[in-house]
């Protein structure tokens, strides 16, 4: 979870640089939920993710210096820089990738689900996605399929109260979307996002029936984004104080700060990670600097699959 914080801030301070080409949709404030999620998988367990994906990225094992250098747009990056912000994918990791189509994730889950119940061993998909997202009709297509198929698929929405900067109430006929689940015979549970045992309790319980071959489920996590739609969105539809109120309130991390050190961990031992963690993001972001960028001859490398 702090290595996604850190991981976004830094991103958020060193875009107003300019180094940093295309667009950024930053996951700060969601953290809970990808690492609540995530933790219950394997490498062999897929998910697919958003255009908000680096922290799905990053709870499910991909590197960070490899993601870094993506953003940059470098070579050594995880698509050797030529994906950016919303292309991270790295299949050795069961990441399916992020995806810059609103609900696009969906059908992909749909397929590896598929082959997860083909092959009988027991791995499970999950699919990402927010308030806007879910009411695309590919999702909801998909969740029809994957419940006709009784396919190990979770639809995961992390609702953080906006469609990009229309808020879900003006979006969506329903207040919770597990009114939605009921209309495919889909099982549904509605979690505090900002929880992380919540998150981990819940979602280990729905991932294992999935395993034992129970059918596709929903999981709405409440929680909160701490930054804008996108780098340089000024949040003007947001009311006075939110923003300031979520982070001192609301906090995911300090939240889980709090519950570990009531479980007998220690301050010196958060103290640790985060050391540990800033000089990881410190050296992602200087070896993204000093990489070269991908040759002008490589232009249509990886663009054309040859069968």
């Known amino acids: 979870m702090k290595t996604i914080r850190m991981f976004e801030d830094r991103l958020h301070e060193d875009f107003k640089t300019g180094n940093v080409p295309g667009f950024a949709h930053l996951y700060a ?6 690492v609540g999620i995530c933790s219950h998988l394997t490498d062999q367990d897929q998910i697919a993710s958003t255009h908000r994906g680096h922290g799905h990225c990053i709870a499910k ?21 030529k994906g950016g912000s919303m292309h991270i994918a790295d299949l050795k990791k069961g990441m399916l990738g992020a995806n810059g189509i609103l609900g696009a994730g969906a059908p992909l889950a749909c397929g590896a689900a598929l082959a997860d119940k083909l092959a009988g061993q027991g791995h499970v998909a999950i699919v990402f996605g927010g308030d806007g997202g879910v009411n695309e009709g590919a999702v909801l297509e ?23 900067s229309t808020p879900q109430q003006r979006t969506t006929s329903v207040s919770s979307y597990e009114d939605r689940a009921k209309g495919f015979g889909m099982p549904a549970a509605t979690v505090d996002g900002l929880d992380f045992f919540a998150v981990y309790k819940t979602a280990g319980a729905l991932i294992q029936k999935m395993r034992e071959g129970h059918g596709p489920v929903l999981l709405e996590c409440r929680t909160v984004r701490f930054y804008g739609h996108f780098e340089g969105d000024d949040q003007v539809y947001r009311p006075a104080g939110e923003v300031d109120d979520a982070r001192k309130n609301h906090d995911c991390l300090k939240l889980f700060a709090e519950s ?30 000093k990489a070269p960028h991908p040759a002008l001859s490589e232009l249509h490398d990886g663009v054309y699959v040859s069968y």
């Open 61 to 81: 094992g991909v590197g960070v210096v490899a993601m870094m250098k993506e953003i940059y747009g470098r070579q050594g990056g995880i698509c050797n820089g």
């Open 142 to 164: 998909s969740m029809n399929l994957a419940s006709v198929w009784k396919l190990p698929l979770m639809f995961v929405v992390e609702q953080n109260g906006y469609a990009q």
């Open 29 to 34: 404030g969601q953290e809970a939920t990808a």
């Open 260 to 289: 570990a050190r009531n479980m007998g961990i220690s301050q010196a031992e958060l103290d640790r990670i985060d050391h540990e963690v800033a000089e990881l993001i410190d050296r992602a972001v200087q070896e993204s600097l």
